[in-house]
T-cell receptor, first 109, second 113 residues
Framework: KNEVEQSPQNLTAQEGEFITINCSYS?????LHWLQQHPGGGIVSLFM???GKKKHGRLIATINIQEKHSSLHITASHPRDSAVYIC???????????FGEGTQLTVNP | ETGVTQTPRHLVMGMTNKKSLKCEQH?????MYWYKQSAKKPLELMFV???????ENNSVPSRFSPECPNSSHLFLHLHTLQPEDSALYLC????????????FGPGTRLLVL
């Protein structure tokens, strides 16, 4: 069992829909990261958070440390949001990141 | 623009070839990383360098050999690879080894025939 679990694995939405991607983890962490990977491979860091909530444009990330759970929300989704979204946690015991398998999001026009 | 560049972007090699992947970061970071991304699998950390010293070697086969000549450059030397080594190889950097945002390069897509 992976230490970082994401759901769903695949998600298809219509343009304009509100999207939620979930991430659960089983280890103690100092921070959780949300990353975006477009076709072709490049990865961009979206958020790093250790508590509460962060917002950037149409993207919102929340984390509940007690429940070991984080969500990434996309409001008013657009086809250009189509990408793989990856959750990664930085464990308190070291400097490495542990990654989830990613969620493939497709937003249709 | 990520500030982290990788060359080549695509590479096809035979199992007896020797090739090298190059990563360069223009961000003034002190830590650099090599990751492997295989289809349908999470990113796997291969190597970590901090201030040009290797600080982590994640049980990677010896056919992968990293080199960090200075804090801006990172190489991954490849020899006698296997078809299962075909994957996307990603380089990343961060200001330090502390858990900060990592900045990724575009990756090298490697196919081993």
């Amino acid at each position: 069992k992976n230490e970082v679990e994401q759901s769903p694995q695949n998600l298809t939405a219509q343009e304009g829909e509100f999207i939620t991607i979930n991430c659960s983890y089983s280890v103690g962490i100092s921070a959780l990261h949300w990353l975006q990977q477009h076709p072709g491979g490049g990865i961009v860091s979206l958020f790093m958070l250790s508590s509460g909530k962060k917002k950037h444009g149409r993207l919102i990330a929340t984390i509940n440390i007690q429940e070991k759970h984080s969500s990434l929300h996309i409001t008013a989704s657009h086809p250009r949001d189509s990408a793989v979204y990856i959750c990664a946690v930085g464990e308190t015991s070291g400097s490495r990141l542990t990654f989830g398998e990613g969620t493939q999001l497709t937003v249709n026009p | 623009e990520t500030g982290v560049t990788q060359t080549p972007r695509h590479l096809v090699m035979g199992m007896t070839n020797k090739k090298s992947l190059k990563c360069e970061q223009h961000l003034g970071h002190n830590a650099m990383y090599w990751y492997k991304q295989s289809a349908k699998k999470p990113l796997e950390l291969m190597f970590v360098y901090s201030l040009e010293e290797r600080v982590e070697n994640n049980s990677v086969p010896s056919r992968f050999s990293p080199e960090c000549p200075n804090s801006s450059h990172l190489f991954l030397h490849l020899h006698t690879l296997q078809p299962e080594d075909s994957a996307l190889y990603l380089c990343a950097s961060s200001p330090s080894l502390a858990q900060e945002t990592q900045y990724f390069g575009p990756g090298t897509r490697l196919l081993v025939l």
